[in-house]
């Protein structure tokens, strides 16, 4: 056909998808690139051109044809959905989930669509929203093992961890092989307060796949909980070996030396720790402790203020601070450091009641109750003015009362605070 008419834009886009179909990436990509240079117009070139070049990670180059595709042809759902994947992984996660809903308005069947929306939303702190798309994703297609990994992942966040439980389990049956939702599974179970299964299926999990670090180091964390300190060393040991780069590992494990009595031990393993992560505030706190123990107070000093540096919301690495402060002699230092350390701990139970008021109006807005759901909103911005959740589950409460003018402004504190909303 090209042979025939080499001006053809149509023919070199048709080649492309031959040749993209028979494996020859490069060379497909080449052929969308010549249908496009001879026709910019053609909509379906421009839209092979850019999720081809997606699949290869030229991300940047993906979104320059994908928006042209989207330009040339709006109600296009898969050029809209892999817009939108391509505009979440540049951070854009506002821009993506316009676009997976447009892909879904167009192809309300396409499953992907749902359970991209799904996880972008669930980036965004709206696991309401998350879990509606996630679920729908998995009922339009039922053996996606994705879908239900994440679906499972967004029950937990919403605190419902026995539907998590449920969901990650039929998963595991029907993929026994998908580590990820394995590892989750493990995860939820813990939540349960079901140790015992959790460290089987961590225990699978390393049979099955005995190079995962992190499978390794979950199951050494499971039989930490469950008091079993020699089978969590080998486990964790086995996880510092697989990766490492890990940080957690040599931290996990040396709270696990410092438990069993080998401090010595431990301080190597936070030291090794520091040296894959130097501002782990964890580890300078837990060497401090240790030579506060031991009667070296300038050394935990040391240690202590590097943590409050490091973790200057941490009440505990004050109180301890203090604490050695005082010890040393140091009375003026002594009386600001756990003054501090006071004023730490109302902040932090001042949060922890936020994040009861922010699940409180959620429900109330899942009953479409918008005034007693606004009330608690704002009781939660009380308690925490900077919790970025607070202010954008009020702007969503705001919109559906008609307020927008306001909603609009919460939502923009809530995107000031962190909010990728």
């Not at 167009?106 to 879990?131: K, N, R």
């Not at 070996?241 to 931290?251: C, S, T």
């Not at 959740?389 to 504190?413: C, F, M």
Request: neutral net charge; contains cysteine.
């Amino acid at each position: 056909m090209i042979a025939a008419n080499p001006s053809s834009a149509r023919a070199h886009d048709r080649l492309g998808f031959v040749l993209g179909k028979q494996g020859a990436t490069a060379d497909a990509i080449d052929e969308f690139r010549k249908a496009v240079s001879l026709d910019p117009a053609l909509a379906d070139a421009q839209y092979h051109l850019g999720a081809t070049l997606w699949w290869t990670k030229n991300i940047d180059a993906a979104r320059q044809a994908l928006e042209a595709a989207v330009r040339l042809r709006p109600s296009h759902a898969e050029s809209r959905y892999y817009l939108g994947l391509t505009k979440r992984q540049q951070g854009d996660v506002g821009g993506a989930i316009v676009d997976l809903r447009a892909a879904i308005k167009s192809d309300p069947s396409l499953a992907v669509a749902h359970m991209q929306l799904g996880v972008a939303l669930q980036e965004t702190g709206d696991i309401d929203g998350a879990i509606a798309s996630l679920e729908r994703a998995t009922t339009l297609d039922p053996a996606r093992p994705d879908a239900a990994n994440s679906l499972g992942l967004a029950l937990m966040q919403r605190g419902e961890a026995q539907r998590a439980v449920v969901t990650l389990r039929r998963t595991v049956e029907q993929h026994p092989e998908f580590g990820s939702a394995r590892l989750n599974l493990g995860t939820a179970l813990l939540q349960t307060g079901a140790i015992d299964e959790a460290i089987a299926e961590y225990r699978e999990l390393t049979r099955r796949e005995p190079e995962n670090a992190e499978a390794f180091y979950d199951l050494g964390l499971a039989l930490k909980q469950h008091d079993e300190f020699d089978a969590a060393e080998a486990a964790l040991r086995s996880a510092l070996r697989l990766d490492p780069k890990m940080p957690e590992a040599p931290y996990t494990l040396g709270v696990v030396l410092w438990q069993t009595g080998r401090a010595d031990e431990a301080i190597a393993m936070f030291r090794d720790a520091l040296s894959r992560r130097a501002e782990y505030a964890d580890a300078h706190y837990m060497l401090g402790t240790i030579f506060k123990q031991r009667g070296d107070l300038e050394s935990a000093l040391v240690e202590f203020r590097e943590t409050t540096r490091l973790n200057p919301s941490s009440a505990e690495a004050f109180r301890s601070l203090g604490q050695t402060l005082a010890a040393s002699h140091d009375a003026a230092g002594a009386s600001a450091a756990l003054a501090e350390a006071d004023r730490l701990t109302r902040i932090k139970a001042d949060s922890q009641a936020a994040v009861f008021a922010i699940n409180a109006g959620v429900e109330r807005l899942r009953r479409n109750d918008i005034a007693a759901a606004i009330a608690r909103f704002r009781e939660a911005i009380r308690l925490a003015p900077d919790n970025p959740q607070a202010h954008y589950q009020l702007s969503l409460a705001l919109r559906r009362r008609g307020a927008l003018a306001d909603a609009n402004a919460e939502l923009e504190t809530a995107r000031r605070l962190g909010c990728r909303c």
